[in-house]
């Protein structure tokens, strides 16, 4: 059964660090794996989307990168802002067509 | 371009009463789901629908009936609910069940008295 650990479960920084969230999942045979943000009693807002075959994807500050054979991914968040507070979930996709999630990491960034 | 709508966006039912939450995507996607948030106890999949006409179980579907009516709307029904099912439900969609990015509704939250 997979099984998906974000680690930590929250993380407070000082504006303008750039900092690194973890995610590992227990089986290797994904389809792929996409990380989300979610604001206080909002929904989820994808951030990326890694494909199995992909070692990592780019969007504007943030960089998240796969390794499949080791079942980790990083989400790396560069020079870090207030408006960067929120929670982080990652999810896999595997053999299951269902994505499984991890618990997330609460983010704080103090200005 | 609304992306995944939700409707209502807060329910408070009393043990027994039923009501049924409605979603709705305009991205012409094949794939729908419903999921709870709890607590603890993170997303959970209730049920999903692959492709229109068809319906499958999730993690935790007891309690709980889906109907998808088209290819744009998937329905979540609580024949009998219970204190058990108060959560925040989010309804998502994907273009294709297994390589998409799912993108996720506003959320229900539902208290069950």
């Known amino acids: 059964k997979q099984e998906v650990t974000q680690i930590p479960a929250a993380l407070s920084v000082p504006e303008g660090e750039n900092l690194v969230l973890n995610c590992s999942f227990t089986?290797?045979?994904?389809?792929?794996l996409q990380w989300f943000r979610q604001d206080p009693g909002k929904g989820l807002t994808s951030l990326l989307l890694?494909?199995?075959?992909?070692r990592e994807q780019t969007s504007g500050r943030l960089n998240a990168s796969l390794d499949k054979s080791s079942g980790r991914s990083t989400l790396y968040i560069a020079a870090s802002q207030p408006g960067d507070s929120a929670t982080y979930l990652c999810?896999?996709?595997?053999?299951?067509?269902?994505?499984?999630f991890g618990q997330g990491t609460t983010l704080q960034v103090k200005p | 371009n609304a992306g995944v709508t939700q409707t209502p966006k807060f329910q408070v039912l009393k043990t027994g009463q039923s009501m049924t939450l409605q979603c709705a995507q305009d991205?012409?996607?094949?794939?729908m789901y419903w999921y709870r948030q709890d607590p603890g106890m993170g997303l959970r999949l209730i049920y999903y629908s692959a492709s229109e006409g068809t319906t499958d179980k999730g993690e935790v579907p007891n309690g709980y009936n889906v109907s998808r009516l088209n290819k744009r709307e998937f329905s979540l029904r609580l024949e009998s609910a219970a204190p058990s099912q108060t959560s925040v439900y989010f309804c998502a969609s994907s273009a294709q069940r297994d390589s998409n990015e799912q993108f996720f509704g506003p959320g229900t939250r539902l208290t069950v008295l």
């Open positions: 999810a896999v996709k595997g053999n299951t067509g269902k994505l499984i």
């Open positions: 089986d290797s045979a994904i389809y792929n």
């Open positions: 890694i494909q199995s075959s992909q």
């Open positions: 991205m012409n996607h094949n794939s």
